[in-house]
């Protein structure tokens, strides 16, 4: 088996909000693993991972770690960097809907992340 890739929309926070656009199951269908590539700058903003549950109206952080020891929130890559989330590790296909969500307004320029996906192809 060899893996796939294709370009996902990209997860834009628009100037004077906090959220991005979210990336739905239906866009994630079949996805092993989805690379978010970073803006080349970033303001002093928190940003985390935020997911949604099926039929939720509500959105929570995503965590990552071992129960029990060390779990921290899961967040998108710094900028200028790209990091690969595997979705055995994440979880994020057992979700609705993921997004990026920032800590406060962004306050300087639209802040875009690349996303792609990739899959087990023939």
Known sequence: MSISFARLPDLAIPINTKPSNALTDLDLDGAVAILLIAPAALDGNTYTIQ?????????VTLQGGTIGTSVADVAPPAATKAFCYDMLTYGLSAFHSFRINSSVNVGDADHVWEAIMLWEGM
Do not use: G, L, M, Y
């Open 51 to 59: 997911v949604r549950r099926r039929a939720a109206a509500t959105w």
